[in-house]
């Protein structure tokens, strides 16, 4: 099993270096749109990099763009960022292409290219740590995990998802090990990524628990003040910039279920009622719409207070039935991105006996759409 775990690493390197080129590097994982190019600040504009022709720029596009920039001392890289506020707060992983780069643009641009790519390859380290080398199971729990949809996406178009991923694996692991302020330290960095990385804090809550009817209350404001520090810090940084505005655009929530509904009913309506059942093998949204359907039920159907995996798969399974129909939207949209750890909790708590094989193939029909949108 450990050959074909090699293997496997060895397809996702082929895959990715077929991105590589000699004038732009790996620039091509980040979506540039050539018809966008005058909202790119001077300082990308003077940096090689790829365009793609007749396509609309991505995410990926703009935290690159504050990677060489992350302090915004430079007017443009604000006034040509799209919802520049939003994207500010999210600084963690362009400031880590900032660091790893020395600060020279060519070399931010490159490792902000390559940050998902490394991500990957430490998460596939850190699962062979917990899962059995010798085990079939194991095996398919490893590759599922890895070959998601989701994560999958987060290194094809360099977004923010898949450091997200690792920086929650992290601190759950601190969780498992007892070790409540470490994983909240985790957890209050990781929120400089994405603000819903807050929800991670869920880990804390099978050792909060366990401190029994009487908590130690110095221990609870220490995980809260490093949960909430590291944000409140730098929002006060951007205040200073934006003011008022600093806080506009948060996460695209609404009402619960209404989007989700509404994505269901797209897929049987526009899927299986119009074309037949035999169409929704070709539609990436409805194949990841009935993994991620399994998994929060996987999830939530077989609760495990106790573990902080289990809480941390928990939240993140209710906030896809609250996201908003804007992240629904798209072929497969940036829901399962958005709830990654959901999908990590679902396959490393999966049952054992036979009833892991039903769950296991439902749950993660959305590895097809992942290799496809890696190989397009």
């Not at 430079?74 to 362009?94: G, I, K, N, Q």
């Not at 806080?247 to 037949?276: K, N, Y």
């Not at 939240?315 to 992240?327: E, G, K």
Request: charge should be positive; glycine fraction near 6%.
């Amino acid at each position: 099993m450990l050959v074909a775990r090699v293997a496997l690493v060895i397809v996702f390197v082929v895959l990715v270096a077929r991105y590589y080129d000699p004038a732009t590097g790996f620039t091509s994982l980040i979506v540039f749109s050539e018809r966008d190019h005058e909202f790119e600040s001077q300082t990308l504009q003077r940096t090689a990099h790829f365009h793609y022709p007749g396509t609309a720029a991505y995410d990926g596009q703009f935290y690159a763009q504050l990677a060489m920039d992350p302090f915004l001392r430079e007017p443009d890289t604000d006034m040509l960022m799209d919802m520049a506020p939003f994207r500010a707060r999210r600084v963690l992983f362009s400031m880590t292409a900032y660091c790893l780069g020395f600060g020279r643009p060519n070399w931010i641009l490159q490792v902000y290219s390559l940050q998902n790519v490394l991500v990957w390859l430490l998460l596939a380290w850190w699962l062979a740590r917990r899962l059995p080398t010798d085990d079939v199971r194991g095996l398919l729990v490893w590759a599922a995990c890895l070959f998601t949809q989701g994560l999958l996406a987060s290194v094809r178009v360099a977004v923010l998802d898949g450091p997200s991923l690792l920086l929650i694996a992290l601190a759950v692991t601190a969780a498992e090990k007892g070790h409540i302020k470490t994983a909240a330290a985790i957890v209050g960095v990781a929120v400089l990524g994405r603000e819903t990385n807050l929800l991670a804090a869920a880990a804390l809550l099978p050792l909060i628990l366990a401190m029994g009817r009487r908590p130690r209350w110095w221990a609870l404001v220490a995980c809260s003040l490093l949960l909430v520090l590291p944000e409140l810090l730098w929002l006060d940084y951007l205040r200073s910039i934006y003011r008022s505005t600093v806080l506009a655009h948060g996460p695209s929530l609404g009402l619960p279920l209404v989007a989700f509904a509404a994505q269901w009913d797209r897929v049987i309506h526009g899927t299986f009622l119009t074309f037949g059942p035999s169409a929704i093998w070709r539609n990436p949204s409805a194949l990841v719409l009935i993994s991620l359907t399994v998994q929060a039920a996987g999830i939530l159907l077989r609760p495990n207070i106790k573990s902080p995996l289990w809480c941390t798969g928990a939240v993140f399974a209710v906030l896809m039935l609250l996201v908003s129909d804007h992240v629904w939207g798209g072929e497969p949209g940036a829901t399962a991105r958005v709830v990654l750890p959901m999908t990590l909790a679902f396959n490393l708590t999966l049952p054992r006996g036979r009833a892991f094989w039903p769950w296991w193939l439902a749950g993660n029909l959305a590895v097809i759409p992942g290799v496809k949108a890696l190989l397009s």
